[in-house]
C-alpha cells in the first residue's frame, strides 16, 4: 500500500463524515506515555456505520491504522501518514451480557470495564482483563494476557470490517492465536467481540480480580506515564519461557535513563516517561535494554510494545 505525503494527504478531500476529521492533530494526548506527533489525519467516528462508510468510500491507497487508548504503543515523533482512527466513545464501548454466561464488548471497551461487568452478571473467566491496560480491540489484536490467562482462552467471535468496509464475523478459530500475536490480516478493524466464561457469584469473581488488582499495582509503575509490558517473556534455548523483567534486570538495566526517559525501578520490563521524555527517547531507551540483555545473555528481545509512525 502506497503511503501518500503529508502535503497531499493536507490536500486530499476525504469522504464526508458524521464524526470528525481532524488534520495534523497532534496524537500524543492519545498515548499513554503521551508522547508522539501528529496524524495526517484523525478520524474520531460517530459509530460503525459512520466508520463502514467512510472506509467503503476512503481511496484504497490511503493507508489507516486504528488505535484504542494507545495503552501499548509509541507513538514516533514525526507522527503518523494516513488516516488514524480512533474508537473511542459510547458506540464502541458498549458492553452486554448475552445469557449462557456469555459477554459482548464493543472494541473501544476497556478491558477492566469488561472484567468488571463480567463480574457483575456472574461470568467467571474474565477476571484477568482487569489487569490488562487498554481496550478490546488491543487485546484481539495482540492476544492479550496475564496472569496464567489470555485472550484466546474466553474469546468466542469477533466482528471486524474490513479494508472496503465490510463487516465480517470471524470465529476465534481462525485467529491463529500464538503469544502477543494474531495471524488475521492486518488491515481489519475490530468492532467488538463475543466472550465465554463460566458462571460463579459475583462475590467471588470480585475478590479474584481484587487480588490482581493488587498484585499489579504492587508490582507496576501504573500512575506513571508508561505502556504495557516493553518486551515479550522470551524462549531459552531449551524452550523454557523466560521473564523479561528478570533478563533486563540482570543486566543491570533497571533505573537506566535516555533522556526524559527510564527504565522502571518498579518493574523492569516497563519503560516510563519521566515528563519531557520524546518518543526518540522511549525506543530508544528500549534498544539500549536490547543491546544490553544480548550482551549479557546472549538473547534477543523482542519488542511487546508497538511502535509506529515516522521518525523526526
Known amino acids: 500500500m502506497t503511503q501518500l505525503g503529508h502535503s497531499l494527504m493536507s490536500e486530499l478531500p476525504l469522504p464526508p463524515v458524521r464524526g470528525q476529521l481532524l488534520r495534523g492533530e497532534t496524537l500524543a494526548p492519545f498515548t499513554w506515555f503521551r508522547v508522539g506527533g501528529p496524524a495526517d489525519v484523525l478520524f474520531l467516528p460517530a459509530d460503525a456505520d459512520d466508520l463502514a462508510e467512510f472506509m467503503a468510500a476512503l481511496p484504497q491507497n490511503i493507508p489507516v491504522m486504528p488505535i484504542g487508548v494507545g495503552s501499548n504503543m509509541i507513538i514516533r515523533d514525526g507522527g503518523v501518514g494516513g488516516v488514524v482512527i480512533r474508537l473511542a466513545g459510547r458506540a464502541f464501548a458498549q458492553i452486554e451480557a448475552l445469557g449462557d454466561n456469555k459477554i459482548k464488548a464493543g472494541a473501544g471497551a476497556l478491558d477492566s470495564m469488561v472484567a468488571k461487568a463480567a463480574a457483575k452478571a456472574g461470568i467467571a473467566g474474565l477476571e484477568f482483563y482487569v489487569g490488562v491496560p487498554g481496550t478490546i480491540g488491543g487485546a484481539l489484536t495482540m492476544n492479550a494476557g496475564c496472569y496464567g490467562r489470555e485472550t484466546k482462552d474466553v474469546l468466542v467471535e469477533a466482528t471486524v470490517l474490513t479494508r472496503m468496509g465490510e463487516r465480517i464475523v470471524i470465529p476465534a478459530s481462525e485467529f491463529g492465536f500464538t503469544y502477543r500475536h494474531n495471524a488475521l490480516p492486518p488491515d481489519l478493524i475490530f468492532l467488538n467481540a463475543t466472550f465465554q466464561g463460566v458462571a460463579d457469584a459475583p462475590d467471588a469473581i470480585t475478590a479474584r480480580m481484587a487480588e490482581i ?54 518493574h523492569a520490563n516497563f519503560l516510563i516517561n519521566t515528563g519531557d521524555a520524546t518518543a526518540a527517547d522511549i525506543e530508544g531507551l528500549g534498544e539500549d535494554v536490547r543491546a544490553a540483555v544480548k550482551a549479557k545473555h546472549g538473547i534477543q528481545l523482542e519488542w511487546e510494545i508497538k511502535r509506529v509512525g515516522r521518525p523526526p
Not at 222 to 228: A, F, L, N, S
Not at 238 to 263: I, P
Open 213 to 266: 488488582t493488587a498484585k499489579r499495582e504492587g508490582s507496576q509503575p501504573i500512575r506513571e506515564k508508561t505502556g504495557g509490558s516493553t518486551f515479550k517473556n522470551p524462549l531459552s534455548q531449551s524452550g523454557e519461557k523466560l521473564s523479561a523483567w528478570m533478563l533486563v534486570d540482570e543486566a543491570g538495566m533497571r533505573g537506566h535513563r535516555r533522556g526524559g526517559a527510564q527504565v522502571s525501578e518498579k
